[in-house]
């Protein structure tokens, strides 16, 4: 956990701990609003940058969600204020129409879909928020409310991915005010959204007692202090989990997971969980994961249960006794929704359905990748085969699982993308090659 910095404007000379790390990145996007959080990360790493790596090629982004009148205005004045600073920026828009409820959970999804397309388009290595000590230790109070696991209660990552995204949280350790007392001390103005203090919204609510909260101990500091040791712990029970998954789970090509529940069923329950979490998100690839709850019921089910099946986040759990052990198979179900049918360009990279990704080489034509047919590639094939990815030129298929050196010649590459999330859940390393998202 990196140590909380003293009071007062941040200094020049607290930058290269404050960004530790980024050395070696090559390009980056900076996410900007144009509130004092994201402002002052745009002017402390522009700063570090001259320092530092004058080479690091950086973007600027803010995104305009359209939800107030001066939105587009003030992006507006996020790029100019950017591009004074020498970077370039980009203000992207979130079109069409908006929900009547959930307008932040909304919001917050648009607002990352926008920025990952954009971190795709310009070839970013990954994308750098201005989340501070304050978000932590409201991030950790709102999910406590919640009933909240060890993973929720350890708030926000210094590192992380969001769906296909690199992000970067350098500021976690820094309070809001230290922030706002940086930019007044070199006259940078910003703006306020005016939703920050409407009490409709969990956080408004929550910072209407920070008073009464500070007045008895609970300060932003302290809270974000325990988040970072929750952290800690969770890490090390992931280096459990990792253990526990090299000799208790095998995934073949098609992404299906076989588990040895005779085995399992011998773990820590918590280690259990963490497992059928995992196995779930990546074999059902979906972006909304199930709730804790029904995660510990369906491993509750899976340690005792002789034989039967479950589905959760678009996964069959099929169970059975098989030569006096008893093992589990975990596929991605099918039936309830279409699978997706995308077009892939030359040099780019599709994470298909959320669970494989499929790369073409450059200077190949076009390509559509589409599921297998119902009937997969014949009576031997393997049953799940009819959930995984093909590759179609001209109406011909000319790429699949069941032909990986027709696929290579093709030019293609099929793997399964869930493989490292199941096996080492905390590798937060991204394909060599962008991916972009099919579903």
Avoid at 121 to 131: C, K, S
Avoid at 323 to 345: D, H, K, M, N
Wanted: a neutral charge; hydrophobic letters at 40%; aromatic letters at 4%.
């Amino acid at each position: 956990m990196r140590e909380r910095m003293s009071a007062g404007p941040i200094a020049e000379s607290e930058l290269a701990g404050l960004f530790s790390g980024f050395e070696d990145l090559q390009a980056i996007g900076l996410a900007v609003s144009g509130g004092p959080d994201s402002m002052g990360l745009m002017h402390l790493y522009a700063r570090w940058r001259q320092l530092y790596r004058p080479d690091q090629r950086a973007m600027v982004l803010t995104v305009d969600h359209g939800l107030r009148p001066e939105s587009a205005a003030e992006s507006a004045a996020v790029v100019e204020a950017a591009r004074q600073l020498g970077f370039t920026a980009e203000a992207l828009h979130w079109t069409g129409s908006k929900p009547m409820t959930g307008i932040q959970e909304a919001a917050r999804a648009a607002r990352y879909r926008l920025l990952g397309e954009a971190a795709r388009r310009h070839g970013l290595d990954g994308l750098v928020t201005a989340h501070t000590e304050d978000d932590q230790a409201e991030t950790l109070l709102m999910r406590l409310a919640r009933g909240s696991g060890l993973d929720g209660l350890a708030g926000m990552a210094n590192a992380t991915r969001i769906g296909d995204s690199s992000v970067r949280r350098p500021l976690l350790g820094v309070a809001k005010s230290r922030l706002m007392a940086t930019l007044d001390a070199k006259g940078v103005s910003y703006s306020v959204d005016p939703s920050n203090t409407d009490p409709r919204f969990e956080r408004p609510r929550l910072r209407a007692v920070w008073p009464a909260l500070e007045s008895i101990g609970l300060t932003a500091s302290r809270l974000a202090r325990s988040a970072g040791r929750l952290e800690r712990a969770r890490q090390a029970l992931e280096m459990v989990s990792d253990q526990w998954a090299g000799m208790a789970v095998t995934v073949d090509a098609c992404g299906v997971a076989t588990v040895d529940v005779q085995l399992l069923a011998d773990a820590p329950e918590e280690i259990v969980v963490r497992l059928i979490q995992r196995l779930v998100a990546s074999v059902g690839g979906s972006d909304a994961p199930p709730s804790l709850a029904k995660i510990e019921s369906l491993a509750g089910w899976l340690v005792v249960a002789q034989e039967g099946g479950r589905t959760l986040g678009r996964t069959i759990v099929t169970l059975a006794c098989n030569g006096g052990g008893r093992r589990a198979a975990f596929c991605r179900e099918t039936g309830r929704e279409p699978l997706p049918v995308v077009s892939l360009g030359p040099g780019e990279t599709l994470l298909w359905d959320g669970r494989f990704h499929v790369t073409l080489e450059a200077g190949r034509d076009p390509v559509e990748v589409r599921p297998h047919a119902p009937d997969g590639g014949g009576r031997d094939a393997p049953w799940a085969l009819a959930a995984t990815p093909v590759a179609v030129r001209d109406g011909v298929v000319v790429a699949s699982l069941l032909a990986p050196d027709a696929s290579e010649r093709a030019g293609i590459r099929l793997a399964f993308a869930g493989r490292d999330a199941i096996f080492a859940a905390g590798d937060t390393r991204k394909p060599k090659n962008k991916p972009k998202t099919g579903r």
